[in-house]
């Protein structure tokens, strides 16, 4: 059986440790070598940033995420083994780890890390398909000739290149679809690397729950337990024209995954939809001061989500929660696409003079829609603004500096209201 040590990269026939540099870090399968499709996912991406940055962190639970009223966007794994998980409330996740250190996100930051590695990517396959900051599948089908070795190989470099040079891991998995490839990359984290074979594919599903299923909601979820589906066995007991008939669309696209089956290709130009950033404060507020500085923060970090992916959108939209919980969501089309934080902001800001909302509020969010490249973006300057090219100008200054020296190397005065 093809086996591979992930500390040397050494390629043998399966043993228990490496022959080499015998290490037990191995990964062995009969397939290793003919798969080709991946998924790589970064482990704790927000929180291994800021432990690479900080080294002081290195040892402590982290927690990424606003007050706390606010929710967890990450957590490192010291803090995991607390309990505390993605999208729990803030306050429940430091009632079970009150030691955590909280950390507001730095979208700058990160998508920085993200952008070096999809270059790492991109050097291995053109077929990278990006899922957000810190996960993306790849297709290695066909490289094997370019590169001298198989795609198991040059994944174990790639996650090996990101730990000794961005101080960063991430975990693999290889399969032989996008469904699979996604599903082995959470069976051994953080620094996994697992594989799942055509052979096995319909045995190493059978007992496994459905919600494994990436896209099922808790709306699908309910809908499939009603159904007495609760793993993937269940489902295949099901006929095709039976689950099509019950859940639509779904059923049949449910009933090729309960197979194993995903026809869909790695598209490195799959579409983003929206770009978006809110915030929850710890207490309602109504000081317009305050919510001034919280819509030029939120629309800098969508921009600088923008930037980072290259693209641009023409839709502005603001997103208010009151304190009786009413969602109040007011939108204005630009005359053309924009990624300038400025541009961004000061649409968002008339939005929310024009919105007739008093407050409190307790959150607060400003989003980007209609997306499409940057080439086409920020062409024309404002006729009546004749400041604007100045400003404009004055951003692309700054986002050389901190993209050379940190994103808190400079800072508008409006942000630290």
């Given at each position: ?5 992930r ?30 499709i ?24 982290v927690?990424?995420?606003?007050g ?9 794994y010291?803090?995991?083994v ?5 999208a ?30 999809r ?71 953080p ?13 190493f ?9 990436w ?7 309910a ?8 793993t ?37 130009n799959?579409?983003v939809?929206?770009?978006s ?15 001034d500085?919280?819509?030029?923060r939120?629309?800098?970090?969508v921009?600088?989500?923008a ?46 003079d ?15 829609s ?31 500096i ?13 942000s630290?209201?």
């Amino acid at each position: 059986m093809p086996a591979l040590c992930r500390d040397c990269l050494t390629l043998f026939d399966a043993g228990p440790r490496c022959p080499d540099c015998g290490r037990p870090r191995i990964v062995a399968h009969p397939e290793l070598l003919t798969l080709s499709i991946a998924h790589m996912d970064c482990d704790a991406f927000y929180a291994s940033v800021e432990k690479r940055d900080d080294p002081a962190l290195a040892d402590k639970p982290v927690i990424i995420g606003g007050g706390r009223r606010g929710v967890v966007s990450t957590a490192c794994y010291i803090a995991r083994v607390k309990g505390v998980r993605s999208a729990m409330p803030m306050f429940k996740a430091l009632a079970l780890c009150p030691e955590a250190v909280v950390i507001k996100p730095r979208g700058a930051a990160y998508a920085a890390a993200s952008a070096e590695i999809r270059v790492m990517m991109q050097r291995l396959t053109p077929a990278v398909e990006p899922l957000s900051l810190d996960e993306a599948f790849l297709d290695l089908t066909g490289t094997q000739r370019l590169h001298g070795a198989p795609p198991a190989l040059m994944l174990a470099q790639l996650v090996k290149r990101m730990e000794d040079e961005l101080g960063l891991s991430g975990s693999i998995g290889l399969s032989h679809n996008k469904f699979l490839a996604k599903i082995a990359s959470d069976l051994d984290k953080p620094r996994g690397f697992s594989v799942i074979g055509r052979a096995e594919t319909e045995e190493f599903l059978a007992n496994r729950p459905v919600r494994l299923i990436w896209g099922v909601g808790a709306a699908g979820q309910a809908a499939l337990d009603r159904a007495g589906i609760h793993t993937f066995a269940d489902l295949r007991r099901w006929d095709e024209a039976d689950l099509a008939a019950r859940f639509g669309s779904m059923g049949t696209r449910l009933w090729h995954l309960a197979r194993g089956r995903d026809a869909r290709r790695v598209s490195p130009n799959a579409p983003v939809k929206s770009i978006s950033n809110e915030t929850t404060f710890a207490e309602d507020t109504a000081d317009a001061d305050l919510l001034d500085g919280h819509i030029w923060r939120l629309a800098e970090k969508v921009a600088d989500r923008a930037k980072a992916k290259g693209r641009a959108g023409r839709v502005v939209t603001l997103k208010l929660k009151r304190a009786d919980h009413r969602l109040v969501t007011r939108r204005q089309s630009l005359p053309e696409p924009t990624q300038m934080a400025d541009r961004l902001y000061r649409a968002a800001r008339a939005l929310f003079d024009q919105s007739g909302e008093a407050g409190p509020f307790r959150l607060i969010g400003v989003g980007l829609s209609d997306i499409g490249p940057a080439e086409r973006a920020d062409l024309s300057g404002d006729l009546l603004d004749p400041n604007e090219a100045r400003r404009l100008k004055a951003e692309r200054a700054s986002d050389a500096i901190r993209a050379r020296f940190g994103a808190q190397a400079i800072l508008k005065g409006r942000s630290l209201r």
